[in-house]
């Protein structure tokens, strides 16, 4: 691995990025009206203040990826009051975790990210902070993940980097396999922060019809975009806005926050007569379909005519 070819990979994929947002290729604004933001600049994200003030405590939340910064999980649980269910398999986030909970039952805390800020656990019930160590993906299995070439990096992800060589291999889970073990009637957010497993993650709770509120979403392969990607980030935003999803944030890098268009009646008003136009079978009020199950965030959509 060369210093400078690591370098210029990155120069190369700002260059490449900055063009994309220029050229306002990608959807979603980057007005935050009615949106707050939870978290460090880091490791924080921006949710719609609406929905996030219906989370229940009796809720459970789905947060994949945690790495060395929790602001985002320890902040919703303080908001909130819900579990949070954080899935990561990576050995230093998982330490991570530990670190934090035994300093928090000290009545300490501990370094975000290994950086000055320290984290403010004051109110938060950390039994309701729930890690499991897996994988998300889009079957059960063993999955082998990469290490980042950069050793001061946490993430470690589906795609092999090509200086890379060091890896792991952890059990995987599901989206769906999560909201059976836990009992999950009402999913009102998930967040993906997966590296590089985001389209397979993000096409499998869409295939088995699940429909969290919001879904907050890293599409990693902005950070360091190539010839393709712009044509599978519009492939993914397509399929999530046929799904019934508005992308209602992204943050000029990698982060979107996608709501259910079908629980904002506003939103969804702004798309319906559209939507009706490619989409007959479609209800007006909330887009809701012909036929749903009785799970009330396990709607699948009508099937679209043959043409």
Known sequence: MGTFSVFADKVAGKIRKLGFVRYKTI????????LEYLGTRYGGWWLDTAMTNEIMPSDVVISCGAGEDLSFDLGLQKRTGCT?????????????????RNAAAR??????????GTYDAAGVDFTKLILEPLAIWNRDESL???????????????MKNKNGQERITVPATTIAG?????AISRLPLIKL???????????????????PRQLALEIDELNFPGAGTMARVR??????????????????????????GRADPQIWRKRDSARRRVDPSFYPAHGRAKTASAHPDVERLPKRRSR
């Open 27 to 34: 959807p979603g604004g980057r007005d935050t009206d009615r």
């Open 84 to 100: 949070i269910v954080i899935v990561d398999p990576t050995p230093r986030a998982v330490a991570h975790y530990a670190q934090l």
């Open 107 to 116: 009545g300490g805390t501990i370094a975000i990210n290994n950086g000055p």
């Open 144 to 158: 082998t993940l990469w290490f980042p070439v950069n050793p001061s990096h946490v993430s470690l992800s589906v």
């Open 178 to 182: 999560l909201v059976k073990k836990y």
């Open 193 to 211: 922060d997966v590296e590089n497993a985001e389209v397979a993650v993000v096409n499998d709770i869409i295939e088995r019809g699940i429909r």
């Open 235 to 260: 492939d993914l935003t397509k399929r999530l806005s046929e799904y019934g999803y508005v992308a209602r944030h992204f943050d000029g890098e990698a982060n979107f926050l996608f709501v259910d």
